[in-house]
C-alpha cells in the first residue's frame, strides 16, 4: 500500500437498481473465499483491500492477528507487532529518525480550542507522566467527523503518524482522512486490559 486514504470519500447517490456488482467490493470488507481455478475449484481465503485505520479496528479482534503490509512496508508484519501504546512512548524518540507508526492510546480528554468546525480540538492521551502529555491535534469538524468529540473520554483512538512536539509534550497532527480511527469500544480490553 502506498499511502492510507488521504481526504474523506465523496458519497455518490445513483438510483438503485438491480444488484449487478460483484459479491466482494467493499474495501473495509470481510475476508472472501474466492475459487482460484487452477488449483481444482479449491478456495483460499485472502484479505480485503484496507485503506483506512478505521478498516484496521473494525473486526480488531481477528486483524490483530492478520499480516498487514503498511505504506511504505517492504514486507508484512502482523498487526499485533506493528501498534505502538502511546504509554510506551518516553521524550527519546524525538532523538530518533521518525518514520509513520502506527499508535494507539486512551482518551483522557477532548475538547475543541476555539468555536468553529476549523479550530483545533485538543484531544489528550494518557500517557508517561514523564513526557507531560501526548495530544492528537486536528481540525474540530474533521474529528466530529470521526466521532471524537467532548465525549469521548475513555475510548481508544488509533492513528498512524509521525510524533512531534506539543510544548513539553508530544503531539501528532496533520493527519489525512485515512490515518486515524475510534476503536470499537468492545475491543478495549484486547488493546488496554485493566
Given at each position: 500500500?502506498?499511502?492510507?486514504?488521504?481526504?474523506?470519500?465523496?458519497?455518490?447517490?445513483?438510483?438503485?437498481?438491480?444488484?449487478?456488482?460483484?459479491?466482494?467490493?467493499?474495501?473495509?470488507?470481510?475476508?472472501?473465499?474466492?475459487?482460484?481455478?487452477?488449483?481444482?475449484?479449491?478456495?483460499?481465503?485472502?484479505?480485503?483491500?484496507i485503506?483506512?485505520?478505521?478498516?484496521?479496528?473494525?473486526?480488531?479482534?481477528?486483524?490483530?492477528?492478520k499480516?498487514?503490509?503498511?505504506?511504505?512496508?517492504?514486507?508484512?508484519?502482523?498487526?499485533?507487532?506493528?501498534?505502538?501504546n502511546?504509554?510506551?512512548?518516553?521524550?527519546?524518540?524525538?532523538?530518533t529518525?521518525?518514520?509513520?507508526?502506527?499508535?494507539?492510546?486512551?482518551?483522557?480528554?477532548?475538547?475543541?480550542?476555539?468555536?468553529?468546525?476549523?479550530?483545533?480540538?485538543?484531544?489528550?492521551?494518557?500517557?508517561?507522566?514523564?513526557?507531560?502529555?501526548?495530544?492528537?491535534?486536528?481540525?474540530?469538524?474533521?474529528?466530529?467527523?470521526?466521532?471524537?468529540?467532548?465525549?469521548?473520554?475513555?475510548?481508544?483512538?488509533?492513528?498512524?503518524?509521525?510524533?512531534?512536539?506539543?510544548?513539553?509534550?508530544?503531539?501528532?497532527?496533520?493527519?489525512?482522512?485515512?490515518?486515524?480511527?475510534?476503536?470499537?469500544?468492545?475491543?478495549?480490553?484486547?488493546?488496554?486490559?485493566?
Amino acid at each position: 500500500m502506498k499511502e492510507f486514504l488521504q481526504s474523506k470519500p465523496e458519497i455518490e447517490l445513483t438510483p438503485s437498481g438491480d444488484y449487478d456488482e460483484t459479491p466482494v467490493e467493499d474495501v473495509g470488507g470481510p475476508l472472501a473465499w474466492v475459487p482460484i481455478g487452477r488449483h481444482k475449484g479449491e478456495t483460499f481465503e485472502l484479505p480485503s483491500k484496507i485503506t483506512t485505520v478505521a478498516g484496521i479496528c473494525s473486526n480488531f479482534e481477528v486483524n490483530k492477528d492478520k499480516y498487514f503490509f503498511l505504506p511504505g512496508a517492504q514486507h508484512a508484519v502482523q498487526l499485533a507487532e506493528l501498534i505502538t501504546n502511546v504509554t510506551e512512548l518516553t521524550s527519546d524518540i524525538l532523538n530518533t529518525e521518525q518514520m509513520p507508526r502506527l499508535y494507539f492510546g486512551r482518551i483522557k480528554r477532548s475538547w475543541n480550542k476555539g468555536a468553529f468546525s476549523t479550530s483545533t480540538r485538543m484531544t489528550r492521551i494518557e500517557c508517561d507522566p514523564a513526557i507531560g502529555d501526548f495530544t492528537v491535534k486536528l481540525p474540530d469538524g474533521f474529528c466530529r467527523d470521526k466521532s471524537i468529540n467532548d465525549d469521548s473520554t475513555g475510548r481508544i483512538v488509533m492513528f498512524y503518524g509521525v510524533i512531534t512536539t506539543n510544548g513539553k509534550g508530544l503531539a501528532v497532527d496533520r493527519l489525512a482522512w485515512g490515518e486515524i480511527a475510534l476503536v470499537p469500544s468492545k475491543y478495549n480490553d484486547l488493546l488496554m486490559p485493566d
